[in-house]
């Protein structure tokens, strides 16, 4: 059979099933892309403020931070349409007891688990993050950039989203042990509201330097975001060579690590429940 | 070897044991306290290709769990299983393709979305070939009478309209042996009654084997030929339905037609009094005594008319359900013990 | 009258007993919350930095931080997560039509559950809250205020915890009216995240606004969910402005439990009306 095409295909599915079911509830599609960009807006707005009270933050200008947050922008509203429905069904599937039938289905149950729902509504802030990143490059200056960073800059977002996602889901794992997990969501917001900061700022004493070692090698939360940014934002650095290298051996070890978890807490699921 | 083989099969799962009371809540924070359930304790079976099986019993007697270990969703603390040669919480991809498991109480559909839609999933999750697909999708809303059905939202449609669906999408792939667990419950009679007949008429047509737990007697005498009855997770019985009553009923139903309008006061010494508007008697009567109770009635009164029947099925059932939680419950000491050593 | 208060005893019982079954989520959610403070010292040492000067606004960086964990006191008493939506979801299920079969008060109920809530949350995360304050401690410059403040402070916090439930009860109960409320609610929290000021001292943004927007500013009532209990605590607000502050939180709180009332009166009738 064409295997091969087997999983695109069913993404597609998936897809399309998301979108039918978004597009019945039209006016609650339309208002959650708005609120999605308000949000965004409020974040930016609130740069704007700091901004207007400072020229740079560690090293980062206006128009280089507006990248960052597009960075932001791009790579959340990926996670979040792509991945946050499924896991946060994943715990009320524990509790209903709907994981039964996603283990049936003769198809990898965490790439059924991972993708089944996609929300569209969260990608329009893809297109707000384009607009952002538009605006910022025309005012910077992009003098002793690398043509090769052009071409970084989406693949380290690709890797930005593996990471976050890979912490997502092993989070969304553990509700499988704990059988409910309310706070998942919180859990997950805390986490990476450090990545969502210039990596620099975590500077100056003992706990900084903890801070940043931690969430760059042991839970790499901090590379998500600063890595591809600083690939748009600024020339490259050979200081910054080692870290870029790092995201790549990071990503491919968050993905094992979540499959890993995944597996462990569906063996728990299926020799603890009735 | 038989098509599914059931050696030894166990399952054990701890639940955590919830204390009353605020204090109890609060050091419940720091250490738990939990209790091992055996739901399964010890089945052995065989089914052959083609066979139609109820599980019987009551909540709780592990039928459901046995289905979901069958179809591999958990993992036995114990013994084996194979179906059709697999073993079922292997999941191999093989296994899962060539069955299906159908629960009353929960869906699978996407709730805001047409059937078809969900179907259409099941293709590809399936891997169907479009022709085959379309044939027995044409075949199976043909029919369950669903044609007009299967574009409009999931969450619009009435509950048999939506276990119909549940059923279609089950049975897309053409599964060789299906699991069905509860698949009336909630129905009305006449949805009941249409998923019993398609039921019967799908098995004899295709010859799958299917495994059935119902609590509906009426499913079970319309649909198999063989009826397991588990309690507290061992099987007390393996027969046909028609043997229940002979195994597990100890009496019989007397019913008596006085001559005039007198009834004789001094029935209750034969048995206990069912029923009793002059001039008809019905004296539920323990069967060895029957000979002896019919000598001596015809020998003191004037009767009429005489019949002995068995009871009803579902009495006879239901005071099985009975003794048996009623043996749960004095057993669920030991088990708590027994749980304790084991770990 | 003695029934009633058993009544309701036994309701708080029940749900704080229900909060300390999930064990899981309690430990990692009461651990996770101090995170954001982290962070928050780090940008802010970043800015001020970087800006080159000791003060904006009257904040100085070790206020700002001071504020910011003042706010984190705010809102612990005025969030309410899941609130609104669950309300909506019992709507939508017809699962309220226990509190028109059985003889409890919604609202009462939903204020118990609420403390029962807060005080099994607190009870664990005052530890936490202690040790965090102890560690900041140097970023209080000033100390702590005198006893009237502090009262004041108190005040502001409890009046912030009921402003907070009846908001967001009340947004809950336009479930009876609109099956889709978290879309609303959404909203509700974008404007929550600027104008409740807990993500910076409010007066950083109302120094750009102009003059009618800052008349609507001084009294909205989001400020006093967070920025209002802080800026009273470190003396940003005082004298008849404090006495005023405390004024119209107290008319904000009675604005929205007579709409919560009314809105419950109301929606049940549409309710049983409709035949749920």
Known sequence: MHNFLRYPRLFYTFARNSLIRDMTFRANFLIEILSNIGWMAMNLGFYILVFSYTKSIEGWDQYEFFVFIATTMFINSLVQGLFMPNAQELSELVRTGGLDYALLKPIDTQFMLSLRRINWSSLGNFFVAGILLAYALQHLDQTGFHPVQYFLYPFYILCGVLILYSVMFSLAATSIWLGRNQSLYDFWFYITNFSRYPMEIYGGNALGSSLRTIFTFVIPVLIVINVPARMMAMPMKPEYNYLATFAIVATVVSLVASRWIFKRALESYRSASS | ?343 | MYARAQTWWTILRICIEERLVYRGDFALGTLMRFLPIITQIFLWTSVYAAAGQGDIRGYTRDDVIAYYLLTMVGRAFSSMPGLASGIARQIRDGEIKKFLIQPIDLLGFLLLARIAHKLVYYGVAIGPFALVFFLCGNYFTNGWPEASVLAAFVASLVMAFLLGLFLEAAIGMIGFWFLEVSSLLFVYMLFNFFFSGHMFPLEFLTGYLPDWLQTVAHYQPLQFLAYFPAAVFLGKIEGPELVEGLCVQAAWVMVFFVVCRVAMRRGFQRYSGYGG
């Open chain 2, 1 to 343: 070897m038989a098509f599914i083989e059931i050696r030894g099969l166990q399952k054990s799962y701890r639940v955590y044991q919830k204390q009353e009371g605020l204090l109890a809540s609060l050091t419940g924070l720091f250490h738990r306290e939990y209790r091992n359930v055996h739901a399964v304790q010890g089945i052995d079976l065989e089914v052959e290709k083609g066979e139609f099986v109820a599980f019987l019993g009551p909540n709780g007697a592990g039928k459901t769990t046995t289905l979901k270990l069958l179809s591999g969703v958990i993992s036995p603390s114990a013994g084996e299983a194979r179906v059709m040669g697999f073993v079922p919480w292997e999941r191999t991809n093989e296994y899962r393709r060539r069955f299906a498991l159908v629960m009353g109480q929960k869906n699978q559909l996407w709730w805001d979305l047409p059937a078809a839609e969900s179907f259409r999933l099941h293709q590809q999750i399936y891997a169907i070939a479009p022709t085959d697909f379309d044939r027995t999708l044409g075949e199976l809303t043909d029919l369950l009478d669903v044609g007009k059905l299967l574009n409009q939202p999931v969450r619009e449609l009435s509950l048999g309209e939506r276990m119909k669906m549940e059923l279609i999408a089950a049975l897309l792939h053409s599964p060789e042996v299906l699991f069905l667990d509860e698949p009336t419950i909630g129905l009305d009679v006449i949805a009941q009654h249409n998923i019993q007949k398609f039921l019967k008429h799908y098995q004899e047509v295709r010859r799958v084997t299917i495994l059935l737990t119902s609590h509906y007697m009426k499913d079970v005498a319309a649909l198999c030929q063989r009826v397991v009855v588990i309690a507290e997770g061992q099987i007390m019985y393996d027969g046909s339905l028609a043997g229940v009553v002979d195994r597990f009923s100890t009496h019989k139903v007397l019913t008596l037609q006085f001559a005039g309008d007198q009834i004789p006061s001094d029935l209750d010494q034969y048995g206990e009094l069912i029923e009793a508007v002059a001039p008809k008697v019905k004296l539920r009567v323990d069967r060895t005594e029957i000979p002896k109770v019919l000598a001596a009635l015809l020998a003191g009164h004037t009767i009429e008319d005489v019949s002995v029947e068995d009871p009803p099925l579902e009495e006879v059932i239901a005071d099985l359900f009975v003794q048996s939680s009623e043996q749960a419950g004095k057993k669920s000491k030991e088990v708590l013990a027994v749980g304790h050593s084991g770990r």
